[in-house]
């Protein structure tokens, strides 16, 4: 449980973490990474529940590659910097507790409860094919 030290009021705030769409399945390329955002994403769910009676918003930030010089590698769809920013202060003004800021992100969330059947067979047959190719 989180005890926040009195002498601070945070009633009214806001507090947004970012996460990736890591957060929702494991790749076994990156295993530990999948690991850690989902670990993230259950200890915002859980900050959520703690610092919901004092009036503390906490808005999870799920996003996948955003358009910056640390994603320039990547020929993958990215979102902008400023569509991110303006989806959360959107999600702030509507008291929404998470932003699902582009579109895959989105679809992955949407097959979660079927993620045996449209997720995982594609990140196996994914993972197989690359394990022969390194025989």
């Known amino acids: 449980m989180i005890t926040p030290d009195p002498r601070i009021d945070l009633r009214g705030w806001a507090s947004c973490c970012s996460r990736r769409p890591a957060s929702?399945?494991?790749?076994?390329f990156n295993a530990s990474y999948g690991a850690s955002k989902a670990a993230g994403w259950s200890l915002t769910n859980g900050v959520r529940l703690e610092l919901h009676h004092q009036g503390t918003l906490v808005v999870a930030?799920?996003?996948?590659?955003i358009d910056t010089d640390m994603a320039a590698l990547t020929?993958?769809?990215k979102v902008s910097p400023e569509s991110v920013a303006q989806q959360v202060f959107d999600a702030v003004e509507a008291d929404q507790v998470e932003v699902l800021a582009d579109e895959r992100t989105r679809t992955i969330k949407a097959e979660l409860s079927r993620d045996q059947e449209l997720i995982y067979p594609a990140v196996q047959e994914f993972w197989d094919s690359a394990i022969q190719g390194r025989s």
Not at 24 to 28: E, K, Q
């Open 24 to 28: 929702f399945y494991t790749n076994p």
């Open 61 to 65: 930030v799920h996003a996948g590659f």
């Open 75 to 77: 020929n993958a769809p």
